[in-house]
């Protein structure tokens, strides 16, 4: 497994890969690597003829406040893991390779960037999308692998990809959760073990908002104030959003009456999670 910081080098690599008619999967990751993200390498494994996964915590993506500093870095392990699947390459820049000095430029999201997480990390988007379309750039891939997990970074990623024409196909992957049903995330590391239990509200009020929909209710609202119920009880100590959304645009809808999403984001502790469920009609 090749490991490369540099830019240029790592275009060579996958460009030479792509011009010998080889299928390249690409996994963009900020590392601290768990069972979600394998998954996407796995994935690529199967589909693509070469693997290249990044590591790269993104500065540009943290507001203020938010936890770009103490993010979980484990690059020794996530190296091994990667080596271990069959990567072929990793592509882990330093800051300065990406951001150099003078660097100002910025890709302005899409509408979907507004609603739900930009609100609350209202300059979130702007770095991811601006950090994926470069990547896209330096490791010219066949496929981009993308956890639906982030179900709303999937899909303004997936329309800046559509708007902006860049050829790169964007195959979104579902959520791999631990055994009680918490979707995997490089930050529950920060859970202390009181805080674990209370971290499942996330995915009892996805359960519940899902069982509603089973059994016929249609009215968004009703299912919203149900999940800020249960979150409540359950043990969330700040909840930022609880809502259902259609599941393309992320336009708000009252009744259901389309392929919706319900999402929450809550504060447990300091640890800020977030999870979705798919309704679908
Ligand atoms: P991150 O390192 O948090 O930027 O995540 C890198 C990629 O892994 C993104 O496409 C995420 O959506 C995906 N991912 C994160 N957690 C999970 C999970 N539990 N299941 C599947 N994919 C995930």
Not at 216 to 232: C, F, N
Not at 249 to 276: E, M, W
């Amino acid at each position: 497994m090749k490991v490369l910081e540099h830019p240029d080098l790592a275009y060579s690599q996958v460009a030479q890969w792509r011009q010998s008619g080889q299928r390249v999967g690409l996994i963009p990751t900020m590392g601290a690597l768990h069972a979600g993200h394998l998954s996407l390498v796995r994935r690529s494994l199967e589909e693509c003829d070469r693997t290249v996964a990044t590591i790269f915590v993104n500065p540009t993506q943290f507001g203020p406040g938010e936890d770009f500093a103490k993010y979980p870095r484990t690059q020794q392990e996530d190296l091994s893991g990667l080596r271990e699947l069959g990567v072929d390459l990793v592509f882990a820049p330093s800051q300065s390779d990406l951001y150099p000095e003078g660097y100002s430029t910025f890709v302005q999201p899409p509408a979907a960037a507004e609603p739900l997480e930009g609100i609350f990390r209202p300059i979130h988007f702007r770095g991811v999308v601006t950090v994926v379309l470069k990547l896209f750039h330096i490791l010219p891939a066949t496929i981009a692998y993308f956890g639906q997990k982030d179900y709303q970074q999937l899909t303004v990623i997936r329309r800046m990809v559509h708007d902006l024409n860049v050829p790169i196909l964007v195959q979104g992957c579902p959520t791999v959760r631990q055994a009680d049903g918490l979707a995997m995330s490089s930050r529950n590391r920060y859970l202390t073990d009181q805080q674990r239990p209370n971290a499942l509200c996330l995915w009892k009020a996805l359960g519940s908002a899902k069982r509603m929909f089973e059994q016929g209710q249609r009215e968004v609202t009703v299912i919203e104030a149900e999940m800020q119920r249960i979150l409540k009880q359950e043990g969330a100590d700040r909840i930022d959003y609880a809502r259902i959304v259609d599941a393309e645009y992320l336009s708000d809808l009252q009744r259901i009456d389309r392929n919706a999403v319900a999402l929450v984001a809550v504060h447990v502790g300091q640890t800020r999670l977030i999870d979705n469920c798919m309704l679908e009609v």
